[in-house]
């Protein structure tokens, strides 16, 4: 069973929000200065950066200053963990699932006896 | 590339809590009724049915009533929007190394002829 990981609230609230996931979709295509990633929202910077601060303190995105552009990518393995925990949850549940389905053709087979 | 899916932001803002992610691995073991899943909680009773409202408006949760009693069990399928999201950003993220790798493969071929 996971273990409470505090970076799974970071992570997963981070990917709650439908612009930061279109940054992160962005991204998953490449590198791309702030302003490139900036250009298709209609928001104001302050607020856009916001988001990407959160993509960055969730461990979902990396950035570097090269003179007065900011660069941003994807972290390695950004989505690693957040796949790991909805995997582990559908293999318990599944294996539940296969359990009760054993369950089932036993009892059918003994039945038949 | 991904459409905009109103019920993502649902989804993963209702995993991104750590009171969220228990019920959901405990209801991945099998259903349980709303006592069951509270008992281990140190939470007002109000407080604990908003955690599992946001859950079922999420589509990760269903519950029924028998009796006097509430029973929960995870919604079928309920991962698979969140973890097909996921993988297709990380497959997107993963090609575009491939093709990298490819690039560079064919430049170190090109410069040995």
Redesign the interface.
């Known amino acids: ?2 273990k ?1 990981d ?1 970076n ?11 612009t930061r ?2 940054i ?2 962005r991204l ?3 590198e791309a200065s702030v302003s490139e990633l900036a250009a298709p929202h209609d928001m104001a910077l302050p607020s856009f950066m916001e988001h990407l601060k959160k993509l960055e303190v969730a461990g979902l995105v990396t950035s570097k200053k090269q003179g007065r552009t900011r660069t941003c990518e ?1 972290a390695p393995d ?2 690693a963990p ?2 790991k ?3 582990e ?2 293999e ?2 599944e294996g ?1 699932l296969d359990r009760f389905d054993d369950y089932v053709k036993n009892l059918m087979q003994e039945r038949q006896k």
């Open positions: 069973m996971s409470y505090p799974l609230d970071q992570c997963f609230s981070a990917l709650g929000d439908p996931r279109l992160l979709q998953a295509r490449g994807l950004a989505f957040a796949k925990w909805l995997s949850q559908s318990i549940w539940r």
